[in-house]
């Protein structure tokens, strides 16, 4: 084969066109354009959403796998603590169903004793639910507002409570809105009744919880002691869990103790009450005194000799 025929041409591999230095300047210079008129028209704006609105479905597919490993773990997961929670229910459940039987044991008794003294029924107290709406503005009082009031026949003096115990009373009724002082309050005061030793006594609101007052220093008060409700200011129903005792510092120089108490109900934090009616509106009149009638002395020197 002659020399001459040979094809003398670099293959396609080995051909140079442009120069890399070139079209790395025109590359650099197109990236910076690019980057400009996007900050500046946003033009590359619906080229992104179009690219993604196609991309969305390979997107989507290739996450249905990751998605499957680790949902199929979160479903294990959830499913044992499913378990674990549906034993623990049903363990309440027995113990609740237990001390269920014994209440209405309890109820049997107390109503056949009360049928057998011949007592009247136990008041019932009626109730009505209310959302706090703010703290009072006063940074030297622990007062809350709720949306009840005179419209939704709230009156001064109504008990609130939440699910931990007494929170406080209404002492400000207006159309709509009631203000509630909080049993923290320095004005706010509560009988209340040792659980253990079933001794009275009054609570008072001081600065960052409660005091019980006029306690003699020698009296059975200790640390851990439960207050509750009395029952017979005609306020409060008996029975609502108030404080606990905190510490108590007997004073050689002083006849009382000083007790300090933590309430059971904390206003902090606190979204939904319950507004109770209290039991003076479903107590009888108290009748009035008797008038009295002076007694007429015999007069002196009246008789005949």
Not at 116 to 123: S, V
Not at 216 to 232: C, F, H, I, K, M
């Amino acid at each position: 084969m002659p020399l001459g025929t040979l094809d003398r041409t670099p293959p396609p591999f080995f051909r140079q066109g442009t120069s890399a230095l070139t079209k790395l300047v025109f590359f650099a210079a197109l990236a910076f354009f690019l980057m400009v008129a996007d900050a500046r028209l946003h033009i590359a704006g619906p080229v992104r959403e179009a690219i993604a609105f196609v991309l969305l479905p390979v997107q989507r597919a290739l996450a249905v796998p990751v998605e499957l490993v680790f949902g199929g773990a979160d479903y294990l997961r959830g499913l044992e603590a499913a378990r674990a929670a549906e034993r623990e229910a049903l363990q309440q459940l027995a113990g609740n169903a237990d001390k269920l039987a014994r209440a209405g044991a309890l109820a049997a008794e107390n109503n056949q004793l009360r049928a057998l003294l011949e007592l009247k029924p136990a008041l019932s107290v009626r109730s009505q639910a209310a959302e706090v709406l703010y703290e009072a503005a006063d940074p030297y009082s622990r007062k809350v507002v709720i949306d009840r009031g005179q419209a939704q026949g709230v009156a001064a003096g109504s008990p609130v409570v939440n699910q931990d115990g007494v929170l406080g009373q209404v002492t400000r009724v207006f159309a709509l809105t009631s203000e509630v002082t909080l049993l923290v309050d320095k004005d706010a005061a509560i009988p209340v009744l040792n659980v253990r030793t079933q001794q009275r006594g009054a609570a008072f609101g001081v600065s960052g919880g409660m005091e019980l007052r006029f306690t003699s220093a020698n009296d059975d008060v200790r640390v851990g002691d439960e207050l509750q409700t009395s029952g017979v200011d005609g306020v409060y129903p008996g029975g609502l869990p108030v404080a606990k005792v905190m510490s108590v510092e007997r004073r050689s120089e002083s006849g009382f103790a000083r007790i300090r108490l933590t309430p059971s109900a904390r206003g902090d934090g606190v979204r939904h009450v319950l507004v109770l009616e209290p039991l003076a509106a479903q107590l009888p009149p108290r009748p009035d005194p008797a008038p009295t009638t002076p007694e007429v002395a015999p007069r002196r020197g009246s008789g005949r000799k």
